[in-house]
């Protein structure tokens, strides 16, 4: 596992790289054959867009893949009233779950990142080692006992039980180390001690400030994670209103699928998620360059 | 010190987080709740147990078989998009590589959610438009097919992040390596297939690892597809699952962090595997 290159961190800036690999031009034939290999990926979301416009009749009586009677209003009223607006209470939850969890693992992992990369300290690389292999566990063979244990301490069916498992990132951790490795020069950090700053120092007011890009694609990726959990609230959380969206939906979808006049849910179920696609999708869409520079720079020194 | 303190709070977090469960599922795993006598120490038995267990076995066999299936189609399709990204030969170059990530934006529940819509037979636009051809609708969820299903709604989720962090790697490559090759007149696939690829294997082992790990741990597409196909998916399908059917069902955690250990060693056994024949292919070049 050799790095090539990349002397210099793949931060953001990379995407103004040259046109260096321009050949000969363009192809219409290559663009069209991806254009139909696009749809494959787009058509399901543009599916659930339509889906979401109609009643719950509609879905049955007309053709899935285009407009019918335009319902959105009604279905949105439904996914924010039903079960006394349940579903706002799923919101807020996710974001407060992915919020709090993202920060706190991504300054943590931050912290960490660097120890490893610029202190050579006894058992630092065995706890790096350690850390890393951690990300080949089985979601079951933490969580269960985790359940166990919180339940002891009375901590499940609480905010906590999704928050605290959620702060551990591993790959955020390795992330931080191969960035930091590059982007803080050891030049820069003795010249701060020769100037007698503290190692405290050091990191708050120099070091924090060049790490920022990669923090930031470190806490994106920590945030998904927790927005997209669903083992973990599944078996944690008993409470409706502590639900974040995924257990939440999959518990109406579950409703919907066993019938006894609840069929009504369809629309509600299909308006719902695609009400809870939406912050990410622009979140993605907002913060491109810090998510496709921070998986490059794992791909590269992987 | 000053490494102490800066590592000190993630390091605590991964102890109470991560190593302090692990140890308790490893201890929980050696004992067995008895009707009567209560909780005795059992050794290994729940391993024994468990490597004769029908259960476990079809589930880690059925991962096996996705896994061979599926990550190689995934990483293919994302290996491929991800050179063509790279020759610089489309247009509308940007709007296609966020096009084929957008999935993955889409948490895992709610692509299940919604592929189990696609599938269906009532409102689903493949039945609907089989219905109006009066051909039968296909029936993706039936017992021999719903593995095909959920190896869909992996593939699509995922194609794409693999693709940027491929893209990533391929645009990391200098391109003096391959620009002589290029004056020499050499293809555009001789180019990918002698330079870039072997330049990116880094990336192709991540990428790989990953996914291998990603396949024995699935979990989230079976369970929701089960709602809509308790016929063809079993609460034992996938050995996930199993543990957590054994944990919160049958209320026996102690061979649940059984099942949950074994599947972590297949995991590191496989990944293990994996690196190593990269590493061989690498020494044979």
Known sequence: MTATVADRPATGTQATAPARRRRSGRSTLLTVAMLLCLVYFLLPIFWLVVASTKANEDLFSSFGLWFSHMNLAENLHNVFTFQNGVFIHWMINSLVYAVVSGLGASSLATAAGYAFAKYKFPGGDAMF?????????????????????????????????????????????????????????????????????????????????????????????????????????????????????????????????????????????????????????????????????????????? | MAAYALSMPFMVTFILMVAVPLGYAGYLSLFKKQLIGGISFVGMDNYARALTDPSFLSGVGRMALFLVIQVPVMLGLSLLFALILDSGMLRLQKFIRLGVFLPYAIPSVIATLMWGYLYG??????????????????????GGNVLFSIMNIVTWGFVGYNMIVMYAALRSIPAELYEAARVDGASEWRVAWSIKIPAIKGALLLTTIFSVIGSFQLFNEPNLLRVIAPA??????????????????????????????????????????????????????
């Open chain 2, 121 to 142: 037979k009532d409102f689903g636009p493949f039945a609907q438009l089989a219905k109006s051809l009066g051909l039968p609708a296909p029936d993706f969820l039936a």
């Open chain 2, 232 to 285: 063809a998916i079993g609460q034992d399908y996938t050995p996930n699952m199993y543990a957590f059917q054994l944990s919160f069902v049958n209320q026996d955690a102690n061979y649940a962090a059984a099942i949950a250990f074994l599947l972590g060693i297949v995991i590191m056994a496989v990944s293990y595997g994996v690196q190593l024949t990269a590493n061989r292919r690498e020494k044979a070049l």
């Open chain 1, 129 to 302: 080692t350690l850390v890393l292999g951690a990300v080949m566990i089985p979601m079951t063979a933490l969580a269960i006992p985790t359940y166990l244990l919180f339940a002891g301490a009375n901590l499940t069916n609480t905010p906590w039980a999704v928050i605290l498992p959620s702060l551990v990132s591993p790959f955020g951790v390795y992330l931080m180390r191969v960035y930091a490795a590059d982007a803080v020069p050891d030049s820069l950090i003795e010249a701060a001690r020769v100037d007698g700053a503290g190692e405290m120092r050091i990191f708050f007011q120099i070091v924090l400030r060049l790490l920022v890009p990669a923090s930031i694609t470190v806490l994106l990726f920590a945030l998904v994670a927790s927005w997209n959990n669903y083992f973990l609230p599944l078996i944690m959380l008993n409470s409706p209103e502590l639900f974040p969206l995924p257990v939440g939906l999959a518990q109406w979808q579950a409703a919907s699928a066993a019938g006894s006049g609840s069929q009504a849910l369809f629309s509600t179920v299909i308006t719902g998620s695609l009400v809870s696609i939406l912050p990410l999708m622009a979140a993605f869409l907002f913060l491109q360059r810090y998510w496709q520079s921070g998986l490059g720079t794992g791909a590269v020194k992987a």
